[in-house]
């Protein structure tokens, strides 16, 4: 007789209520809500936030639909739009008294209707792409000339220090165009200056006039002038222009992952297209001005020194909190609350960072953030520390003009080597909140908005039924053959491809996978690779039976000899999948997915569970005489 062990009996029954739970999320749809996010590294969402957001809508009469914290936001759930746009009207107002020096982000957002229970147990509904959801999609471009600028600038400033610590006197020293220009008076203070340069530059290519002499190609160095109006000019090479570009590109797409969080969007998709443009796409974003406005964003990390004197004096402080800060300084109120006066002289930029990464003191054991330097910021970082021992340095991430004061340590001694420790009154969490900002605080060089496109809701919603409409389609015409040439077993076939449907899309929910219209393709694919297998075991039955097997050893000998066929056509497709998603991107890598998933799902539904299912139609029946499977062709047979 056919009978499963119980364990695998309770392993299916298992199987097929964890399917149905994280399935349910899917079938609640969305609410509109509002998200509230913090814009300052200072000003963290907290248990305080949200009980003054509560306070707000209660004071304003709005009625909300339940609250929901995360540890970068705090999120409001509606039951109109209506209601969402007073909500979050209210909540500006009250949050942000003055609108250009905001402290947090009010965005429109949609949530999840799903019951508090589900939401407990992290049963959510899958993400919906762009195609599906609605949205917004942005091409954005990327300033290369503005990108190699910051590099020419950034090796000004090094040259100018280099040759003053050299005392190598120059007649002046800037960027013209495209490439840096040195001026000199002679001849013989000229080559000290290029050798001194090829020196701290090793890689450079020297020439003079047209003609270039030498190898490595970073910088160009060319000498031209004559009499006592002699010259150096610097540029990058071609490959080094490349490299600059590239970054560029690099740094500011991990820079947009960042601030896209502050909109609360649910599997954005950043990536970059051909050399100098990013593709930003976001799903259910209502609020399109914001967006615009957030990634637009250009800020600067700056290291400048504190103004001890006048911070410890009362009544200068007094001064300086109502707008009148003594000459040269600039005020600030850093974390804690307290006001804090800041030299307006930049000593240090956050292009000279090359890393910055949470931890602790070694000798403390308090959280700390260790940043890395590279040549030039380490030589103007050791000089800066040796001669300010016991003062503060203060770290500002400068946006819209505006600074903010991220942390402001005392420096115990001189720091050299490039390796940067920032220790004293952090959490660990607020270690790496800094770090991340010094990491990706900036943008490498500015970038332009040139292609905007706006995905209504109501767009996306037709493509849902029409790709739903196409899959049930498809279920149906399925379910029909099958039941039709298989009979009974084809009963059991549409019911294991229907546990496959819901195994799938639970998985997608539970791993809050994206789906996309060539996701939806991707399902309707996965059916048909899921009745493949039913076909190959119901066909493996017949043709035991044809050799003269009993029913109960037909059902047995037809799972186990079509099994090692099944995993031979599933592995195979599997392993284009997995190149699919390993080598693809975009709606190439969205159909990947669900088509791994859909074979891992397929194999469980049409094996374990279509047997098991059989098991109980067939098992307990010691005499069987027949199996309904459609018409079984009998040995000796033949027609002439």
Not at 51 to 66: E, F, Q, S, W
Not at 414 to 427: N, Y
Request: glycine share 8%; hydrophobic share 45%.
């Amino acid at each position: 007789m056919n009978r499963y062990p119980l364990w695998k009996n309770i392993l299916v029954v298992i199987a097929l209520v964890f399917g149905f739970v994280y399935t349910l999320p899917n079938f609640f749809g969305e609410v509109p809500a509002v998200q509230v996010s913090s814009v300052k590294a200072t000003v963290k969402v907290d248990q305080q936030l949200m009980d003054r957001v509560a306070d707000v809508l209660k004071t304003a009469g709005i009625a909300d639909n339940g609250f929901f914290t995360d540890p970068n936001s705090v999120r409001v759930r509606f039951t109109d739009t209506d209601t969402q746009l007073k909500a979050k009207d209210a909540i500006e107002k009250a949050l942000n008294p003055d609108p250009t020096d905001a402290t947090y982000s009010v965005a429109l957002n949609l949530l999840s209707a799903s019951p508090a229970w589900l939401t407990s147990i992290h049963a959510l509904p899958m993400y919906l792409g762009l195609d599906l959801r609605g949205g917004v999609h942005f091409l954005l471009q990327v300033d290369m000339k503005g990108a190699i600028t910051k590099r020419l600038d950034a090796t000004a400033a090094d040259l100018r220090a280099m040759l003053r610590e050299k005392d190598i006197r120059h007649a002046g020293i800037g960027r013209e165009g495209m490439a840096i220009v040195i001026h000199f008076h002679d001849a013989d203070t000229l080559a000290k200056a290029r050798d001194a340069i090829i020196d701290t530059q090793p890689a450079a290519v020297v020439g003079r006039g047209a003609k270039a002499l030498a190898a490595q190609p970073d910088l160009m160095i060319t000498e031209g002038g004559e009499g006592n109006d002699l010259r150096l000019t610097i540029a990058l090479s071609e490959a080094a222009q490349r490299r600059v570009q590239e970054m560029a590109v690099k740094q500011n797409t991990g820079t947009l992952h960042n601030r896209i969080n502050e909109l609360g969007v649910a599997e954005p998709v950043i990536q970059q297209q051909g050399i100098d443009r990013i593709v930003v796409e976001l799903p259910g974003v209502q609020d399109t001005a914001k967006a615009k406005d957030i990634l637009g964003r250009t800020a600067t990390l700056e290291l400048r020194m504190v103004d001890d004197e006048n911070s410890a004096n009362p009544s200068v402080m007094e001064a300086a909190a109502k707008g009148q800060p003594p000459v040269g300084d600039e005020y600030y109120v850093e974390r804690g609350g307290r006001g804090l006066l800041v030299k307006k002289q930049v000593m240090l930029t956050g292009e000279r960072l090359t890393d910055a990464q949470p931890g602790f003191d070694s000798q403390t054991h308090e959280p700390a953030v260790h940043l890395t330097l590279d040549s030039a910021g380490s030589r103007v970082f050791k000089d800066l520390t040796r001669d300010n021992v016991g003062k503060r340095m203060a770290i500002l991430l400068v946006e819209k003009g505006k600074g903010e004061v991220v942390t402001a340590p005392v420096i115990r001694s001189e720091i050299g080597g490039g390796r940067v420790q920032i220790s004293g009154r952090m959490t660990p969490q607020e270690a790496a909140d800094v770090a991340l900002l010094l990491r990706a605080g900036s943008l490498a060089a500015p970038m332009e908005i040139i292609e905007e496109r706006t995905v209504g809701p109501s767009l996306g919603a037709d493509n849902i039924k029409k790709g739903f409409d196409s899959t049930v389609g498809g279920f149906a015409a399925i379910a029909v053959f099958m039941m039709a040439y298989y009979l009974l077993f084809g009963l059991v076939s549409v019911l294991a491809l229907s546990a496959n449907m819901l195994f799938l899309i639970a998985l997608l929910s539970l791993l809050q996978a994206t789906l996309t219209l060539p996701g939806i393709a991707a399902i309707a694919l996965a059916l048909g690779m899921a009745i493949d297998s039913n076909v190959l075991i119901n066909e493996r039955i017949r043709e035991e039976l044809r050799g003269g097997s009993t029913p109960q050893a037909a059902i047995t000998a037809g799972y186990e000899r079509a099994w090692a066929t099944i995993l031979d056509s599933n592995v195979t497709t599997l392993i284009v999948g997995i190149a699919l998603l390993i080598f693809g991107s975009g709606a190439v890598r969205g159909f990947a997915v669900v088509h791994c998933l859909g074979i891992t799902t397929s194999i469980f539904s049409s094996v374990v569970l279509s047997r098991a299912l059989v098991n109980f139609i067939y098992g307990r029946r010691k005499k069987l005489a027949a199996l309904s499977i459609g018409q079984v062709w009998k040995p000796g047979i033949t027609t002439k």
